[in-house]
């Protein structure tokens, strides 16, 4: 936990109610998002339950599972989420854009818009990714047969779950994780992942403080949890007999039909109240204006999700269940870029995010006092414009003579230490030459070079173009990484592979 979160915290707990960390929106919110709430069956492994999902607040549909250790049913259940899911995606697939690449002397194509998954907290997303894993392998014939939409819908949840490990990605997101990236609340970290309590803080009722509704949130039945786990009161109390009520009423329609009324209810009353607090967090999260840089990372979205539909439309086969060693290498080398290239963008979107890099000694705010933007460098083979600039500051400077700065209000020019000056009365002058983002001739546009009296924040932080490592071919995998893929290894990954051609053990749906 960062100093300055720390700050906000126990400013929350004097104030009786959250904080903001963030000044902006730091991801990308859809005009029509699909909102899911999961819950699963106690005691087994993500055996679906039920779950509301819909893209509107009064377009809430509710699917269960009238008996969750009934294979047959939990497989139909998939089938009526694939008739609600499949259909939203397909909807942001007709119309396309071009996207100059190779600077402009080539042009691609990608969906001018992508579908956004919201789910209340990381266990939905932990849902969504077994669940995905348990029926993108099915087959719609031979022996068990599914709907085909079923192993089609876990391919996409697949996709889904592996954008949301993707950092800046806003294509499944997790509500308390979106929450809490703009709000620090007076409770702990494992409190903030209970949606009620968090959103009780955010935005407690009037005449309440966020511990008081943040307390009552607490209490099951007012409460119920936000899922994918439900009360273990209600499950053994109410949940339990409704299901045994049910599996005694196959000889009897209409016990049957009163029994399944019965069970939608009980369910019903457990969803509605997180479904409701979603799209409260929506509201509040729409409220805030969008970071300067969240376009971007949202265009990252829609690449992958039609290089996805690509995929898919050519015939491709499922993920497979395991990466070998270049595609985990490779993919763990563009989590840690993206990681980093995130983390910079949020501090030049944000100077709340920027302020704790300040604190840290990678970034300080001053004033410029001097500036020569005519200085030119004739010490080479030819001129180049370099215009120098003094900045005055009051706050540490923890960065060597010689180091590359950078500032959010020109994050295309580069700023090198050239002097360090500290003064007796605490300020420090600081001489910079700058480079690029001023054109290629030898005076510099207007605006391009700060000017005397302007306010300036300088970081060793870069939001330039991070270059991909390089990896061997899988064929030229090292033998100390598993050497060449062998045949069992290529069978994970074959369109039309069931899981018995592998040689491994049947994946189960628990």
């Known amino acids: 936990?960062?100093?300055?979160?720390?700050?906000?915290?126990?400013?929350?707990?004097?104030?009786?109610?959250?904080?903001?960390?963030?000044?902006?929106?730091?991801?990308?919110?859809?005009?029509?998002?699909?909102?899911?709430?999961?819950?699963?069956?106690?005691?087994?492994?993500?055996?679906?339950?039920?779950?509301?999902?819909?893209?509107?607040?009064?377009?809430?549909?509710?699917?269960?599972?009238?008996?969750?250790?009934n294979r047959d049913q939990r497989f139909a259940f998939a089938a009526e989420l694939a008739e609600i899911v499949l259909p939203h995606l397909d909807s942001f697939r007709g119309v396309s854009e071009a996207v100059p690449v190779d600077r402009g002397r080539d042009v691609r194509y990608r969906y001018v818009d992508a579908p956004q998954l919201l789910v209340p907290n990381p266990a939905g997303v932990t849902f969504l990714r077994l669940f995905g894993r348990s029926i993108r392998f099915r087959r719609p014939d031979g022996e068990y047969p599914v709907h085909p939409s079923v192993p089609l819908l876990g391919r996409w949840l697949t996709f889904f779950a592996e954008r949301a490990e993707y950092p800046g990605s806003a294509a499944l997101v997790a509500m308390t994780e979106a929450l809490t990236l703009h709000w620090a609340t007076g409770q702990s970290a494992v409190e903030d992942l209970h949606l009620p309590a968090l959103?009780?803080?955010?935005?407690?009722?009037?005449?309440?403080?966020?511990?008081?509704?943040?307390?009552?949130?607490?209490?099951?039945?007012?409460?119920?949890?936000?899922?994918?786990?439900?009360?273990?009161?209600?499950?053994?109390?109410?949940?339990?007999?409704?299901?045994?009520?049910?599996?005694?009423?196959?000889?009897?329609?209409?016990?049957?039909?009163?029994?399944?009324?019965?069970?939608?209810?009980?369910?019903r009353d457990q969803l509605a109240p997180t479904w409701e607090l979603m799209w409260r967090g929506v509201g509040l999260l729409r409220a805030l204006p969008p970071g300067a840089r969240v376009a971007g990372r949202w265009d990252g979205d829609k690449d992958a999700f039609t290089g996805y539909a690509e995929h898919v439309d050519a015939g491709g086969g499922p993920q497979p269940r395991r990466d070998g060693a270049v595609a985990a290498a490779v993919r763990l080398h563009r989590l840690e870029r993206a990681l980093t290239s995130y983390a910079v963008q949020r501090a030049y979107d944000d100077p709340l995010v920027m302020a704790e890099h300040r604190l840290t000694g990678e970034a300080f705010v001053g004033d410029v006092t001097l500036a020569d933007p005519k200085r030119v460098d004739d010490t080479g083979k030819r001129p180049v414009l370099r215009p120098r600039i003094q900045v005055v500051t009051t706050e540490p400077v923890a960065v060597p003579v010689g180091a590359t700065l950078y500032s959010p209000a020109r994050p295309g020019q580069k700023a090198k230490v050239v002097f360090l000056v500290p003064g007796s009365d605490g300020k420090t002058e600081v001489v910079l030459e700058l480079s690029g983002g001023m054109g290629r001739g030898l005076t510099a546009p207007p605006g391009t070079v700060p000017e005397v009296g302007e306010r300036l924040c300088l970081t060793t932080l870069s939001d330039a173009y991070l270059p991909a490592g390089n990896f061997p071919a899988a064929e030229e995998t090292p033998w100390t990484h598993g050497g060449p893929p062998t045949a069992a290894a290529e069978a994970l990954a074959v369109p039309d592979g069931d899981l018995a051609d592998t040689g491994d053990p049947a994946e189960e749906w628990s």
């Open 199 to 267: 959103l009780g803080w955010i935005d407690p009722p009037a005449g309440s403080t966020g511990a008081e509704a943040a307390g009552r949130a607490e209490d099951p039945r007012l409460c119920p949890p936000a899922g994918p786990a439900t009360d273990p009161e209600f499950d053994n109390r109410r949940l339990a007999a409704a299901i045994e009520a049910y599996a005694g009423t196959e000889d009897d329609p209409v016990a049957r039909a009163g029994a399944y009324a019965e069970l939608e209810r009980l369910l």
């Open 1 to 69: 936990m960062s100093t300055l979160r720390a700050l906000a915290k126990a400013r929350a707990v004097a104030a009786g109610v959250a904080q903001p960390v963030a000044t902006v929106r730091h991801l990308h919110l859809s005009d029509r998002p699909l909102v899911l709430v999961p819950l699963a069956m106690a005691g087994e492994a993500n055996a679906p339950l039920a779950a509301m999902v819909g893209a509107a607040p009064d377009e809430g549909r509710l699917l269960f599972v009238p008996q969750p250790r």
